[in-house]
């Protein structure tokens, strides 16, 4: 062999790995590009929510009567403040929590290359390390800092150097702590999880862990509310990671309380032994690198249950619906990023109903009654577009050449029957069902039996309206995001959670209070779920399906003069 | 159903423009019941393009194709339905299993019940994929892949099969088994078009051949005719045709960039 081996690149490869935490494989290149415009509209739109914020938080500070409630509340905003820097980081490194070890790919290829193997584990980490560093910094400069900054005012102990460094010490090792806790639990089910088991577990644990951020928010949200219990130094916070290092701040500020000094000494430990583990997994797979090479597909001959079949006694369907919805199950039951986006959304559904349930227990009556009238069409509007947004996304597009050649005009409409059916199971009788229990323990089972009907209808209705123009076989058709611009998605959003879902709470109400009332609302919901599915059909299955996203070719004018 | 005229798929002036490309310039071809129709070009020459407008995937920026004697954009779905087709590269959704990839195209055709199980038990079983039945298929080799592709092309019993590429990455007893399995297929009147790299085997299973180079034809006829009287090998044809037999002076070229 002639000419010379240089050492492997260490450099290429980390640049390698780091621009892989960014790739949407999923997308073509028109959909990689919206996806980043998109993106780039989400981050306005939190620095404009963080410059409201600010502002709301000089006020407050500004105007507090003395130093003992400002000792009470500061402690309070401390903890959210090193919270959500937490739930930032935390989430970024669970979407791509996946990729936290060299995979498959990385052995197959990098292996056959004259690359040692500790340089593709220490690019693999130095990648991960400036992925983590990018959201722990941004995070912590975006919203720790400016709170120290506001959180003066003239009752203030310390001044704001000491605050800002505390606040950023104390943010940056709760985010670390957050990424370590994740890796080692990536970690520890990659070296530890049979190996027929291994993707299964990874997906799954994946999908649990971004779900419980998300459903986390509302706990997140209620941090100022628990100032009472911080100033009487509740021992329950022992069991809250994100106190463990409001008492770092607090030690930092000069405070030598036990109460502090023990959090601070838990976060110190906690964070140790998560790094510690996180640490011990990749030396364990640098070893054991082969580990990841066997696919658990391979692994067996498991005998899988045979499909269910359709009862010979039922009028037997199109195949052409059967291939649809057959197809759709299977996609969401066995695709990681499917899951991970409808869960996501579920969460996020579940996370406004339990905030708005937990939080009128206690209130009066009448306030947690329309609590649990609106949880479940919440919880509706949640998994249907949770369900909406996953089918859009592709599962291979090329493989989607299989429904373009077998298109057919007679069988379009029994595919998109079997996408509407999918979508009222899954989306508006399995919420339904989910919430009746605890409809059926706080209304009493009559009027939850009653308000049944009429759940069902405003589902049904929200599903009629999402599906009117739809044309597409789920998940065979590319995607551009940002078609419209943000401040309107947040518009039909505002709309549907604020408007729809508080009137279909008052219809519910209004329904279960008496027989006639019952009748009255149910024969309006059935009239117009009637005329929107006229309106649908109108057009259903008769244009050709979509197998490429476009953009809207018209510009509609505001009409403003 | 087409039932009456001809059992004939004719290609008519085939043209696919990408803006300022021609891709497929002015193509016609036809292929006679029980034919195998040898499609061949060097990569880039318009093959799997053409093979896309034949299975209308892609649709001609002008020309006409017309199987028995009924024009593509007149029923496209009843041609489509007449049509089994193997693409290129072995495209699936991956995350399935083989069954259930069967029981998907089935479906999708319209067939449908016991009688569409039972025949996807059969056809795994021959093709010697029964064992991986759980497995998904993003556990499958490219030949296991081919197979399940073919199965799915032979599901519907076509009258017309379009092959693009069938044998790469198939073993020697797959590969022998598909041959046999072409020549038996168009034994009662059925059509193939067979686009291959694999002139070894276009030799023996073709009898006619068209030979595409830049988008254009550039060679068509039974492949004893093209071999002519100096008896030459469809290899030796091709690279004359496409003009690539200069071979030994690009080879030499390469190692000397590879040696700079």
């Known amino acids: ?561 | 159903m087409w039932t009456d005229g001809p059992k004939v798929l004719k290609a008519c002036n085939l043209n696919k423009r990408y803006q300022a490309l021609l891709a497929v310039d002015n193509v016609s071809f036809t292929i006679s019941p029980g034919e195998i129709l040898g499609y061949l070009g060097p990569n880039g020459s318009g093959k799997s393009t053409t093979i896309n407008m034949v299975v209308g995937l892609l649709e001609p920026s002008s020309g006409s194709l017309s199987l028995f004697g009924q024009k593509l954009n007149t029923d496209p779905e009843d041609y489509k339905r007449r049509i089994g087709y193997v693409p290129e590269e072995p495209h699936l959704y991956t995350y399935l299993t083989a069954p259930e990839y069967l029981r998907l195209v089935g479906r999708l055709r319209g067939l449908t019940g016991w009688g569409l199980d039972e025949k996807i038990e059969r056809l795994l079983r021959l093709f010697g994929l029964w064992e991986s039945r759980y497995a998904s298929m993003s556990a499958f080799s490219k030949g296991m892949r081919q197979r399940v592709l073919l199965s799915a092309a032979l599901l519907h019993n076509p009258d017309l099969l379009v092959l693009d590429e069938p044998f790469s990455g198939l073993d020697v007893s797959a590969g022998q088994l598909f041959t046999t399995l072409l020549r038996l297929f168009v034994r009662d009147g059925r059509m193939v078009l067979f686009s291959s790299h694999r002139l070894d085997v276009v030799e023996q299973l073709c009898s006619r051949v068209v030979i595409l180079h830049g988008g254009r034809v550039v060679a068509e006829d039974r492949v004893d005719q093209l071999r002519g009287s100096h008896a030459e090998s469809l290899e030796e044809v091709f690279a004359r045709v496409t003009r690539q037999d200069d071979y030994t002076s690009v080879a030499e070229d390469i190692l000397q960039v590879v040696r700079s």
């Open chain 1, 1 to 561: 062999m002639s000419g010379d081996t240089r050492p492997a690149p260490f450099s290429t490869l980390t640049r390698h790995f780091f621009q892989g935490f960014f790739r949407l494989t999923f997308l073509d290149d028109a959909g990689e590009e919206s996806f980043r415009r998109a993106m780039i509209g989400v981050l306005s739109g939190i620095v404009a929510f963080g410059l409201l914020l600010l502002r709301l938080y000089l006020g407050k500070y500004a105007g507090l009567p003395n130093a003992d409630v400002y000792r009470v509340m500061v402690q309070a905003d401390r903890l959210l403040m090193i919270s959500l820097p937490m739930l930032v980081t935390a989430f970024a490194i669970a979407l791509v929590s996946r990729s936290l070890f060299p995979d498959e790919t990385d052995f197959r290829i990098l292996m056959a290359l004259p690359v040692p193997r500790r340089t593709i584990f220490a690019a693999k980490l130095t990648a991960l390390f400036l992925f983590a560093a990018i959201f722990i910094i941004c995070a912590n400069v975006v919203i720790g800092l400016p709170f120290a900054l506001v959180s003066g005012g003239r009752w203030a102990e310390s001044p704001l150097l000491d605050r800002a460094l505390a606040q950023a010490a104390a943010g940056t090792l709760a985010s670390i702590f957050a990424v370590a806790a994740i890796v080692a639990i990536q970690g520890l089910i990659t070296v530890i999880a049979p190996q027929s088991w291994l993707r299964g577990l990874s997906v799954g644990t994946q999908t649990v862990m971004v779900c419980g951020l998300v459903l986390s928010l509302p706990f997140v949200d209620r941090i100022p509310t628990i100032a009472p219990s911080l100033h009487a130094k509740a021992s329950w916070l022992y069991f809250v990671a994100p106190a463990w290092f409001l008492g770092v701040q607090q030690w930092l500020l000069g405070s030598r309380e036990p109460y502090f000094v023990r959090l601070a000494l838990m976060a110190i430990v906690g964070t140790a032994a998560t790094a510690l583990i996180a640490a011990g997994c990749y030396l364990a797979l640098y070893r054991r690198f082969d580990r990841v090479v066997v696919d658990a597909t391979r692994m067996g001959r498991r005998a899988r249950h045979p499909p269910l079949s359709w009862p010979r006694w039922l009028p037997t369907r199109h195949p052409a619906y059967e291939a649809v919805q057959a197809f759709t199950g299977a996609t969401l039951r066995r695709s990681s990023l499917h899951q991970l986006v409808c869960f996501g959304i579920f969460a996020a559904g579940s996370a406004l109903t339990a905030n708005s349930v937990l939080g009128n227990v206690g209130s009066q009556e009448r306030f947690l009654i329309g609590a649990v009238l609106r949880a479940p069409l919440t919880l509706i509007v949640a998994t249907v577009v949770g369900l909406r947004e996953a089918m859009l996304l592709p599962a291979n597009l090329k493989a989607a050449w299989v429904f373009q050649f077998t298109e057919a005009e007679t069988s379009r409409r029994h595919q998109m029957n079997a996408i509407r059916d999918t979508l009222g199971g899954a989306g508006v009788l399995a919420p339904a069902a989910l919430v009746f229990p605890v409809q059926a323990a706080v209304l009493g089972l009559r009027s939850a039996l009653a308000g049944l009907p009429v759940i069902v209808l405003l589902g049904w209705m929200f599903v009629e309206v999402v599906l009117g123009n739809w044309r597409r076989i789920p998940f065979t058709c590319t995607v551009l995001f940002a078609k419209r611009p943000a401040a309107h998605t947040v518009l039909i959003a505002i709309l549907v959670l604020f408007w729809l879902v508080p009137i279909g709470g008052v219809l519910e109400q209004v329904a279960i209070s008496g027989l006639r009332p019952w009748l009255v609302v149910t024969a309006i919901l059935l009239l117009i779920c009637a005329g929107l599915r006229w309106v649908r059909l109108q057009s259903w299955g008769r244009l050709p399906l979509e197998f490429e996203d476009y953009l809207p070719d018209t510009i509609e004018p505001l009409g403003l003069r």
